[in-house]
């Protein structure tokens, strides 16, 4: 018998209703028809068959592209150059000076690409240090934004043609009678400086105008008025015992950062047996790099400084017996008898200096020094510095001339007047006037723009040259690369021009070289050899022997009678960042994503005042507030800066470019506008402003730390020279954990003891860092330095403003606050408001502290335990390991880690038009290192140590058949270190530095009470100041 | 049936007979071919050129046997005895005297063998492009597969016809004795019946599909073997091999550097502008060096004009991965075979190890690290004889050698 089964009793029963879905093959009706039919699909040319034929190639072509290994091409060289074997980095001497910066360098190259810079120990000047512009400036080598080509009249064309047109000009101007300005920012090549000779003496009409977009003028006015010297002289920061600077930057931008920070860190460092350092007093208004790092740090208004110079010349005139001058009020009239004993105390090993372009003001600090007896020891007036030779009054009388239609040519030579002049659309106005215009900028720039003729510059990277920072000092410069565009360099234009008849620049400088240099030296008998040598180091030194003392001849009631006078209302004051200076590098990103050191703003310029004035102003960060200084108005963001003068608005130059490339057009605003001139001389100083709120408009900031103190936490240790005297262990007592053993120091206890446990032990290298906070000024270089090693990623100000940075390193910046948990009960505050106020930076003169942090590769990570696919694991070298391949971004690392130094990449930052920054093209990748790997979307970062640079030093001793040297493999960040506040080494070699400073009572571990045991060790900051006293 | 298999066998032993004969004479022939490019091929080729010497071919006719004899053995001493033969020949090769050679008679006369066996067949492969494929090395190699896949077709044929005829056989039996059909079972009937089996047959299947989908995935991203042509025929086997010429002559970066580097070509014209012609492929590969480098042969002076080569690469690490050679074969003293496999046998170069991960490693933790003798281990070693015993090896995973950031930075 059959057997039935049925699908249920509807089925049974046979219903209508059963019988009418059966023969329906879908339950419910589908639109089949309704779709087909519709004219859109009966249109459509695609077909059922044909997507299905387009899925399949696609699902096809999609899984053959991921199988099937892209034909990768290997192609050598036609011919070897002899010194390239490929993978091994070339180090050349070279020299950077951009008219503001020196620093003698050496360049990394691999394979013909220069990618990285590093100072050069054997220059006695800098020794090795450098800044951060100076790091950034190999990433500007790679700029798409400089010219490949001349232009005519905005148009390109041949440098034949491009010479013959100028050179008929130069003589047609010089035959009019009608003048020839090169206006060049300071030049400080003698070779240079005999090609402008020889073109004047082509051109007999011709001028050199020294330009500097912020000058030093007054400074070389103020000797002139006070020794009959119109010269910078060298000072020895390293030699004085006390220094009292007046709104100098002296470790940012004032003279020669770089050498000032090294001789600084000289007097502050105490190692090696050295139980003194010297007392940094700073004097200012803004809060700046150098100021932070003062000891005692008094504010004035930028109207009262030149009254604050006065009030201090006569408390020491007092003690010398000298007559006293007349001087405004200022605040400091209430200590500057304190100062004067410190300074009196300290007769001929203490430095006074001025960041003030008022020749006046200068001539005033010039009699304290003479009076203190400091030419001869701290100040030199025969060792010249050529760094800085602005000179203001030349530019004023050019403009003048310009109007007067007397200039009928104007070449401007690494100046961009119509960018930093005070009164830009004057200058442009008066340039328009000019017949021949040209340019040797190596970009379209603002001045450019206004020019009949464009002769791109080299790259100094692509460039012969020398300078003489100081007299009897020479340093050389040498293409590291072949020109990457068709541009040549400046000196050699000027050569063309002028009819000189050597072929080019590179032959002059030898001739030149041979002629006027060779014969200083005795020790090598052929010329030859002495060029390779000092192409090889990179310097070449005599011997100087003068002192430079002099007689002051200048009249000081003169010239205390002309100082500005105390304003009443509001200041401005202009001044340059850390990274990007004076913006002639503003179209650099990895410039524009340096936090500013103070502030940690990146990718913008604002408006700093006090937060106290803010209030008054009722504005707060972010708001846009209107500043107008005589018929100038600019607007822009408030930033809340504490430790400010009160009444004060501080603004950075440098931003607000419009020509300068993609990366820093728009970028802030334009500040020079505020500038003015008085004395003679430019002034930076601005007073009688008036600020007026701006509805409803706000631009956000975006900086890299939010929180601005430690909560009384003991981040950043810290005594004072006294108690570190009477105790070494000042400020930094023992950390003892409770254990079931007893209390214990953290080194003592530890999971994975040793002896039990032999594989945790570190038997060839263990690495270490250390950072002496004292020595630290918060400069930045490391930062900058690190992103070129490490191939960091720029993110740019958005990705900033989501705490999205990438750098491996980052300074922290922590301001003292009014309130502890000590003195809160006494204030009557209860918990959560003590917290509150703790969190406030002190309200009046909060002292300043830097701290770089980076990986501190923990031997207890604490991210190493919670990674899921063991992705960061230790070595047995004591390095915290990240393998990126691995990593699958749980970021439970990150969340991990008590010290926040990893970074997550939440985008793919190369070949990502979001990011246009230096990883987009192939010409912004060449800076990348070889040797180390770009990292994808999606993988967590982090310092590495520069693995890369220890595998390296490593391989090299080994091919040797040795041990590494101390000090012979060093991280960049160390390497960059002006002041030597970094070191690196192996905790394993017995004499080596690290070790000896770990040996130090003032080093401590961060957090040493959570136990994770760093490989990266930190030293008390001493101040020097007395206890209990600002 | 007997016919068919009988026809077979004939068919099969004459192939057999014919290869082995081959064989021989190949044998003798390669006997002489080996010790000609062993010694000859730098300064001789069997052809008309002149290299460093006078080229051979057809030497055996110009020359006595017996004067042959003398002058491999000891070319100076014919031209000290006076012999004007000699004489004149040492004059029009500028005097430069052909080293002696320590061989013995029967081994000179294989060269002269091969040498004429090699002039009778110069023509043909002298010209372009032809005989490229005549390799003498590969060739029995390159068959063998296809010899293989052969004797399974044919295998597989005898299979399918035996099957039919045993099966007709049965139908025969069955229909003489009146013995019913067989059931034949379909489809899913036929799976109801035989569920066991279907069970193990999938799960074989699953198992065996696991395996190799495993094995299958393991592979993507690896081309061990991988042998694209090159833009210049140039031979490992030749210059590596035959000729003898150290591995870093031309790598030279191995001992120095992450790189070895691929040489450029001026690198080559240090002997090229001596050796114009090869034995394979005559003057054509030789010539595209002489494009690359810009070298006019005919005047013997550099034109100026280069054009880079561009070698396929072959052995691709990913970036997220670094290596250093110098490591390996300066500091590990690890023989570049070891990684590339045989290359002086290598006519045309591939990829012999996988490069994974996985094989790093494996060679990291069997290979002791080379201390001896070397200062940065030193003091290393004492500890490490310390930590595990005097006679424990201590392999590169012993001293940090698997640790990630050795490699991945």
């Known amino acids: ?1030 | 049936m007997s016919r068919y298999v009988s026809r077979y066998l004939t068919i099969t032993l004459l192939a057999v007979f014919l290869s082995v004969i081959s064989q021989f004479q190949a044998k003798a022939q390669a006997n002489g071919e080996s010790i000609f490019k062993a010694n000859c091929t730098s300064c001789h080729v069997v052809g008309e050129n002149k290299v460093v010497g006078p080229g051979l071919k057809n030497v055996h006719q110009r020359r006595s046997e017996e004067w042959l004899l003398k002058w491999i053995k000891n070319s100076s001493a014919l031209i000290k005895s006076g012999d004007a033969d000699a004489n004149k020949l040492f004059e029009e090769n500028n005097k430069i005297a052909m080293p002696a050679f320590n061989l013995k008679e029967d081994e000179i006369k294989a060269v002269i063998a091969y040498i004429k066996t090699e002039s009778e067949k110069a023509p043909a492969a002298a010209a372009p492009g032809a005989g490229a494929s005549a390799g003498t090395t590969g060739e029995e190699d390159d068959n063998s597969p296809i010899v293989l896949l052969l004797v399974a077709g044919l295998l597989a044929a005898l299979y399918f016809v035996l099957n039919r005829v045993k099966k007709g056989l049965e139908k025969v039996v069955r229909q003489r004795e009146g013995l019913p059909e067989p059931i034949v079972y379909k489809g899913k009937a036929w799976a109801r019946e035989h569920k066991k089996l279907l069970y193990v047959v999938l799960i074989l299947g699953l198992v065996f599909g696991s395996v190799k989908g495993w094995y299958t995935l393991k592979e993507i991203g690896v081309s061990q073997g991988y042998q694209p042509d090159q833009p210049i025929k140039f031979s490992h086997a030749l210059h590596a091999g035959t000729n003898k010429i150290d591995c870093r002559y031309c790598h030279s970066g191995a001992e120095k550097s992450k790189n070895a580097s691929i040489p450029s070509p001026s690198l080559c014209m240090n002997c090229h502008k001596y050796v114009q012609q090869g034995p394979k492929y005559g003057t054509e590969e030789i010539a595209k060096i002489y494009k690359a480098v810009g070298w006019d042969k005919d005047k013997q002076q550099y034109t100026g004009k280069t054009e880079p080569i561009q070698w396929v690469r072959i052995h691709n690490l990913p970036d997220l991965a670094y290596f250093n050679h110098a490591q390996h074969v300066k500091v590990g003293q690890v023989s570049c075979q070891t990684c590339h496999g045989e290359v002086q046998t290598m006519e045309v170069m591939n990829q012999a190890s996988p490069l994974t991960m996985g094989w790093c490693i494996n060679c990291h933790r069997t290979t002791e690290v080379k201390m001896d003798g070397n200062g940065y281990y030193t003091e290393l070693h004492e500890k490490l004889k310390k930590q595990y015993g005097p006679d424990a090896k201590l392999t590169v995973d012993k001293i940090g050698g698997i640790e990630c950031a050795r490699c991945h930075y």
């Open chain 1, 1 to 1030: 018998m059959e057997k039935r089964y049925w699908k249920g009793v509807e089925e049974l029963n046979n219903t209508p209703e059963f019988v009418r879905l059966r023969d329906n093959e879908f339950f419910e009706h589908l639109p089949v028809d309704e779709v087909l039919n519709r004219k859109a699909a009966s249109d459509s040319s695609t077909t059922r068959r044909d997507f299905l034929k387009f899925l399949g190639f696609s699902v096809a072509a999609a899984s053959l592209a991921a199988c099937e290994a892209p034909i990768k091409k290997a192609i050598p060289y036609v011919v070897k150059p002899e010194e390239i074997t490929l993978g091994i980095p070339n180090y050349y001497a070279s020299t950077f000076y951009d008219g503001t910066d020196y620093c003698s360098v050496l360049v990394k190259t691999r394979e013909g690409r220069p990618i990285k810079i590093e100072g050069n120990e054997l220059s006695s000047i800098t020794k090795g240090g450098t800044n951060a512009r100076v790091q950034a400036s190999v990433l500007s080598l790679y700029d798409s934004a400089r010219l490949a080509n001349p232009l005519a009249g905005k148009k390109k064309a041949e440098w034949t043609a491009i010479d013959a047109e100028i050179i008929k000009k130069l003589a047609d101007a010089s035959a009019d009678g009608k003048k020839i300005a090169i206006v060049s920012s300071s030049i400080a090549s003698p070779s240079a400086k005999k090609i402008v000779a020889d073109f004047s003496a082509k051109y007999p009409t011709a001028k050199l105008v020294t330009y500097d977009a912020v000058s030093s003028y007054g400074i070389v006015k103020g000797n002139e008025i006070s020794f009959g010297k119109a010269v910078v002289p060298s000072y020895r920061f390293d030699n004085a015992e006390v220094i009292l600077s007046f709104g100098a930057d002296f470790l940012s931008s004032w003279l020669s950062p770089i050498e000032f920070s090294r001789q600084y860190g000289v007097g502050r460092k105490l190692r090696d047996g050295k139980r003194s350092m010297s007392r940094h007093i700073q004097v200012e208004s803004a809060l700046s790099l150098a100021g932070s790092n003062a000891d005692s740090r008094y504010k004035v208004k930028p109207s009262e400084q030149s009254a604050s110079v006065a009030a201090v010349y006569n408390k020491i005139a007092a003690l010398t017996g000298a007559s006293q001058v007349s001087a405004g009020a200022s605040p400091l009239n209430a200590v500057a008898s304190k100062i004067a004993d410190e300074l009196w105390a300290a007769k001929g090993k203490s430095v006074v200096i001025s960041g003030s372009n008022d020749p006046n003001e200068q001539v005033m600090v010039n009699a304290i020094n003479n009076m203190l007896g400091n030419y001869g020891t701290t100040i030199n007036l025969d060792l010249t510095s050529n760094l800085r030779s602005s000179n203001d009054a030349a530019v004023i009388e050019l403009l003048g001339e310009m109007n007067a239609g007397q200039v009928g040519a104007v070449i401007f030579w690494n100046a961009n007047p119509v960018y930093s002049m005070p009164d830009a659309k004057a200058f442009a106005a008066a340039l328009s006037k000019v017949g021949c215009k040209i340019s040797l900028s190596d970009r379209e720039d603002e001045t450019a723009q206004n020019c009949d003729y464009v002769c791109p510059d080299h790259h100094w990277l692509e460039s012969w040259g020398d300078v003489e920072p100081y007299k009897g000092y020479y340093t050389l410069s040498q293409p590291t690369i072949r020109p990457l565009f068709n541009t040549r360099q400046g000196a050699d234009s000027l050569m063309k021009w002028a009819g000189v008849a050597q072929a080019d620049y590179y032959t002059y400088l030898r001739d030149f070289w041979q002629a006027a240099i060779y014969p200083m030296q005795t020790g090598l008998s052929s010329f030859d050899a002495f060029w390779t040598k000092s192409l090889q180091d990179g310097v070449f030194e005599t011997a100087v022997t003068s002192t430079g003392a002099a007689t002051f001849v200048g009249n000081v009631a003169d010239a205390a009678s002309k100082l500005m006078k105390p304003s009443v209302g509001t200041d401005v004051i202009l001044y340059e960042k850390t990274g990007l200076g004076n913006g002639s590098q503003a179209n650099n990103p990895w410039l524009q994503e340096l936090p500013d050191p103070i502030s940690k703003v990146c990718w913008d310029n604002y408006f700093a005042i006090l937060p106290a004035y803010a209030d008054k102003l009722k504005v707060t960060q972010g708001n846009v507030i209107e500043v107008k200084v005589g018929n100038v108005s600019i607007k822009g963001p408030v930033l809340l800066q504490p430790a400010m003068a009160d009444n004060t608005i501080a603004v950075a130059v440098g931003y607000g470019r419009t020509n300068v490339g993609k990366a820093g057009n728009g970028v802030g605003f334009n500040a020079y506008p505020f500038a003015s001139v008085s004395n003679g001389a430019f002034n930076y100083i601005a007073a009688g402003v008036t600020v007026s709120k701006t509805v409803d408009e706000d631009i956000t900031l975006a900086a890299t730390q939010t929180h601005h103190t430690m909560m009384g936490r003991e981040i950043v240790k810290e005594t004072t020279l006294s108690s570190w005297l009477r105790d070494a262990k000042a400020g930094n007592p023992e950390i003892l954990i409770e254990s079931p053993y007893g209390p214990k120091t953290p080194e003592k206890l530890d999971l994975w003891a040793t002896p039990a446990n032999p594989e945790h032990e570190k038997p060839n290298h263990s690495w270490g860092l250390g950072i002496d906070l004292n020595a630290c000024i918060g400069c930045g270089a490391c930062v900058v330095a690190c992103n070129a090693e490490n191939n960091v990623p720029v993110v740019g100000k958005d990705e900033i403003g989501r705490a999205r940075e990438m750098h491996w390193i980052r300074i922290d910046r922590y301001y003292t606050s009014d309130t502890t948990k000590e003195n809160a009960k006494e204030k009557g505050l209860g918990k959560l408001s003590m917290y509150g106020e703790m969190e406030k930076p002190a309200a009046d003169n909060p002292e300043v502290f830097f701290q770089p942090v980076m990986c501190q590769h923990c031997n207890h990570a604490p991210c190493e335990t919670v990674c899921p696919v063991a992705a960061t694991t230790h070595s047995s070298e004591g390095l915290n390991m990240m393998a990126y391949n691995r990593c699958v971004g749980t970021r439970y690392c990150a969340n991990n880690c008590p010290y926040k130094v990893r970074r997550f990449n939440w985008f793919k930052y190369s070949d990502n038009d979001q990011f246009p920054y230096n990883m987009q093209d192939q010409l912004g990748k060449m800076v990348l290192n070889p040797d180390v790997v770009v990292r994808s979307r999606g993988v967590m970062e982090k310092c590495s140590m520069c693995v890369q640079r220890i595998q390296y030093g490593k391989l090299e001793a080994k091919k040797a058949g040795r041990r590494p040297g101390d000090g012979e493999i060093k991280t960049a960040c160390a390497q960059s270190c002006p002041t030597n506040a970094i070191v690196f080494g192996d905790y394993n070699d017995k004499s080596s530095e690290v070790n000896k400073l770990l040996a130090d009572p003032r080093s401590y571990h961060l957090l040493a009470e959570i136990n994770v045991q760093p490989s990266v060790f930190y030293q008390t900051k001493v101040r020097n100041k007395e206890e209990g006293h600002a």
